[in-house]
């Protein structure tokens, strides 16, 4: 078992660095965010395809940091729903989060096949969004463009007195407990429901599909589709191993996206998802049976994140109140009790949103 702490030390500190400078740069207490270390998977340098020229150190450009640097916040829900009633094309969703915190002996006692279940009733009995900025990890020395890098832009806008890491080439451990290099790659997993909106943004190959959404082998490619950026390091029918929790997985580039696509989401609508430097992914559902450590652990977690989407408000934003939040909560609670999942879901009472129409997304 030494291997396994060993494994879940280094990664937690991983992944709650990433998390952290999420959270700093969002508006503080609206959203209720759980955080959860991704053990990581099989050793090797994997993905070296990914590397460019360009030293680590290299500044973004401005309009990566923007958003870091115009913190909003409000003074009270009222004047909240008043702002977001303002935002153009704003669509209010309730954030639904599946509460790792209960399970009695961890993530790989997450209840598959009822997961499943709930989230197949949470379709149906909703308008239901699954968008989730889960990174894929490049192992190895990382020597690439940091304008691909999750949170590096947080990190140069970082109060020098936080003392927060550089994101680029952290040090964490396999499973086996040996000592390997991750670098975070900006990565955006969309659900069955939200990937066809970009359809008329494929600037080459194609857009994801239904079929991308089940992976019948743990070997089987997973489709993706490009940021605009990457056209100068790959092409259509690359195979690129990455890691995804806590194994590497082989990922095929099936698309790119033309320049400035993307949309924005959470808090108002403010955080910007910008697809220029980004790896889009199926939210797959996994067809086999997890083997060894690694596996159940990523299966679990994988599974699990299923149910941490978002729920459409009918309403409109100035007619959203306690009776809307009310019912949207009982109506989850009583598919969860159905599958035995009581407890096991959080719904913050802030609503956030998405804004999927935009006049592009610039730099």
Request: include cysteine; glycine fraction near 6%.
């Amino acid at each position: 078992m030494q291997h396994l702490v060993s494994s879940t030390l280094g990664n937690l500190v991983k992944t709650l660095f990433l998390r952290f400078l999420k959270l700093f740069y969002s508006i503080g207490g609206v959203m209720c965010i759980f955080l959860l270390a991704a053990c990581s998977g099989t050793e090797g340098d994997s993905g070296a395809d990914v590397e460019q020229t360009q030293s680590e150190t290299a500044t973004p450009e401005k309009s990566q940091t923007e958003e870091a640097e115009k913190p909003t916040s409000f003074d009270s829900y009222e004047d909240y729903i008043d702002y977001i009633a303002d935002v153009h094309n704003f669509e209010p969703y309730y954030k639904t989060v599946f509460a790792f915190e209960e399970l009695s002996n961890g993530v790989t006692d997450v209840p598959i096949e009822e997961v499943k279940a709930m989230y197949d009733e949470m379709k149906t009995a909703f308008d239901y969004v699954l968008v989730s900025e889960n990174p894929l990890f490049y192992r190895g020395k990382y020597d690439g463009d940091p304008s691909f890098v999750d949170g590096y832009e947080e990190y140069l806008a970082a109060d020098p007195k936080m003392k927060t890491q550089n994101p680029i080439n952290m040090v964490s451990f396999d499973w086996e407990g040996k000592e390997i290099m991750t670098t975070p790659l900006k990565t955006v997993l969309l659900g069955e429901s939200v990937f066809n909106r970009f359809d008329d943004s494929i600037e080459e190959g194609r857009n994801l599909q239904i079929s991308d959404f089940t992976l019948k082998e743990p070997d089987e490619p997973i489709s993706i589709v490009l940021g605009n950026a990457y056209k100068e390091i790959y092409k259509i029918g690359d195979i690129i191993p990455l890691e995804l929790i806590s194994e590497v997985m082989n990922f095929k580039v099936v698309g790119f996206y033309k320049a400035n696509v993307g949309f924005s989401m959470d808090v108002g609508a403010l955080h910007t998802m910008n697809f220029e430097h980004t790896i889009v992914m199926p939210y797959f559902i996994p067809e086999y049976e997890p083997v060894g450590e690694a596996a159940v652990f990523q299966h679990a977690f994988h599974i699990a994140e299923l149910t941490s989407g978002y729920i459409k408000i009918p309403e409109k934003v100035e007619e959203i109140n306690e009776d809307t939040f009310d019912d949207t909560e009982i109506k989850v609670e009583e598919i969860a009790e159905r599958n035995d999942l009581s407890g096991f879901y959080k719904i913050p009472f802030w609503p956030v949103g998405f804004v999927w129409e935009t006049d592009g997304i610039g730099y």
